[in-house]
């Protein structure tokens, strides 16, 4: 039987003080084929961002997330390790959603091509329109329509925590084919760093409805031996927060 009226509206305010609590960053379906744009809506988010006098990034940071400027101070951390110093001329990003991280790259760096994979169209047509990036076709986790080798820095965040290890999985060794020699690949994953105790706690307690799934760990040897096994080794790492707790950024190089 569908929700009442009323029903669906105290689900969706529910809903609401969760996303305030815990970050934007929660998906409902089990391997998230809606896209952000189920818990993400392109326009109320945007005429919020509007309302509030703050780009759509700032806006998620700040209102959204309650973490102001945590988005800057990863591309901060990116590039203090140089990751746009060599001024990367392809670059990829899985995901986008907002275009908060991809926005800030492109203050970082001018590439001649920015391609993006993300399964939210209207986010997709937005980055397109505004940033002049390639859509391309995004099916399941693959990256079939990029040759392989071709691209200088392949990027994802916030992303591998909200889809299932399989299809994260399936995602790094695309990015690991699509990567030149000498090319960096970023990402950002709920290791066992980031789960301590006080944060298992905190997600178990304030996580609430709808965390069934959300948010997925994936431990970070694995990440570090798969790539490893796919000539990329792991350069650096840092914490990023996100929601309650706190997402691990892996920086890969791919042996030249
Ligand atoms: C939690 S959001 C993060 C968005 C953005 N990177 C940020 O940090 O603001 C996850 C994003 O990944 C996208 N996504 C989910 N599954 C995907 C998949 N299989 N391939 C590409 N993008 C996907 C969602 O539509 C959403 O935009």
Not at 65 to 92: H, K, S
Not at 221 to 232: I, K, P, R, S
């Amino acid at each position: 039987m569908g929700a009442t009226g009323r029903g669906r509206s105290v689900l969706r305010s529910g809903v609401k003080r969760l996303l305030g609590r815990a970050g934007f960053d929660i998906v409902r379906s089990t391997n998230n084929l809606g896209g952000v744009d189920d818990f993400l809506p392109f326009e109320a988010t945007m005429r919020a961002a509007r309302e509030a006098g703050l780009s759509v990034g700032d806006h998620i940071d700040e209102v959204m997330n309650g973490t102001p400027g945590a988005t800057q101070a990863t591309i901060d951390e990116l590039r203090a390790l140089g990751v746009f110093a060599a001024g990367p001329r392809t670059v990829l990003e899985i995901g986008p959603g907002s275009g908060r991280y991809l926005e800030k790259t492109l203050k970082e760096c001018s590439p001649d091509r920015y391609e993006i994979y993300e399964t939210a169209a209207p986010w997709a047509d937005y980055l397109v329109e505004s940033f002049s990036v390639v859509a391309q076709p995004t099916a399941g986790c693959s990256l079939a329509p990029t040759p392989d080798g071709g691209v200088d820095l392949v990027q994802a965040h916030k992303v591998f925590n909200t889809v299932t290890f399989l299809c994260a999985s399936r995602y790094f060794f695309e990015m690991a084919r699509v990567t030149r020699p000498g090319g960096r690949i970023v990402f950002d994953v709920m290791t066992e760093t980031c789960l301590r105790p006080a944060a298992v706690r905190t997600w178990a307690t304030q996580g609430g409805a709808g965390h069934d799934f959300y948010p997925a760990a994936m431990p970070r040897q694995t990440c570090v031996d798969l790539f490893a096994t796919l000539g990329c080794s792991l350069e650096a790492s840092f914490l990023a927060p996100m929601g309650v707790a706190s997402t691990e950024v892996l920086v890969f190089t791919k042996e030249a």
